[in-house]
T-cell receptor, first 109, second 116 residues
Framework: RKEVEQDPGPFNVPEGATVAFNCTYS??????FFWYRQDCRKEPKLLMS???SGNEDGRFTAQLNRASQYISLLIRDSKLSDSATYLC??????????FGAGTRLTVKP | GAGVSQSPRYKVAKRGQDVALRCDPI?????LFWYQQALGQGPEFLTY????????KSGLPSDRFFAERPEGSVSTLKIQRTQQEDSAVYLC??????????????FGPGTRLLVL
């Protein structure tokens, strides 16, 4: 079983839609959590950190449930430019970052 | 300022050839990481340096893979006797300190390696 699991998608949604991605992790000792975005043939870039209390950045909301070892990302009012692969990332005490395989999102006009 | 840079951006190697991939981290960044990303997968951790010290090499898939960072800045990932399964994108990332909890890593553009 992979340490970080995501639904690979693809998610195909119209502009303006709300879409949610989920991620589960297996290491209960994990300390830090992130969502990265990766465009086709580009490097991953940090989208947002995920805090225990949940956090929001504009149209993006991230939630963490430590008891269920579950992380989510909600995107409201999807834009064409949101089309990308979204990587769930979990970091342990040893500074190792473990990536999920990514969820692919396509936003269509 | 300048981000993480990697060279070459693309490398085609014949099976059995040795390759060397270079990473220039963001100036002043203490931590440096190498990842391997296969098509359709997320990056997989290979190895981690703190300054010149290689603190974790648990992700290196075989003893054909070797990484160094002799002066604590530029790093080289070397793959000896390349095999077709080594074909992937090799990503380098750096972070400012020794990995505080929410500290992020900044990625370079990667080197696409194709082994024929």
């Amino acid at each position: 079983r992979k340490e970080v699991e995501q639904d690979p998608g693809p998610f195909n949604v119209p502009e303006g839609a709300t879409v949610a991605f989920n991620c589960t992790y297996s290491n209960s000792a994990s300390q830090s959590f992130f969502w990265y975005r990766q465009d086709c043939r580009k490097e991953p870039k940090l989208l947002m950190s995920v805090y225990s209390s949940g956090n929001e950045d504009g149209r993006f909301t991230a939630q963490l449930n430590r008891a269920s070892q579950y992380i989510s990302l909600l995107i409201r009012d999807s834009k064409l430019s949101d089309s990308a692969t979204y990587l769930c990332v979990v970091k342990d005490n040893n500074n190792d970052m473990r990536f999920g395989a990514g969820t692919r999102l396509t936003v269509k006009p | 300022g300048a981000g993480v840079s990697q060279s070459p951006r693309y490398k085609v190697a014949k099976r059995g050839q040795d390759v060397a991939l270079r990473c220039d981290p963001i100036s002043g960044h203490v931590s440096l990481f190498w990842y391997q990303q296969a098509l359709g997968q997320g990056p997989e951790f290979l190895t981690y340096f703190q300054n010149e010290a290689q603190l974790d090499k648990s992700g290196l898939p075989s003893d054909r893979f070797f990484a160094e960072r002799p002066e604590g800045s530029v790093s080289t990932l070397k793959i000896q006797r390349t095999q077709q399964e080594d074909s992937a994108v090799y990503l380098c990332a750096s972070s400012l300190t020794t990995g505080a909890k929410q500290e992020t890593q900044y990625f370079g553009p990667g080197t696409r390696l194709l082994v024929l």
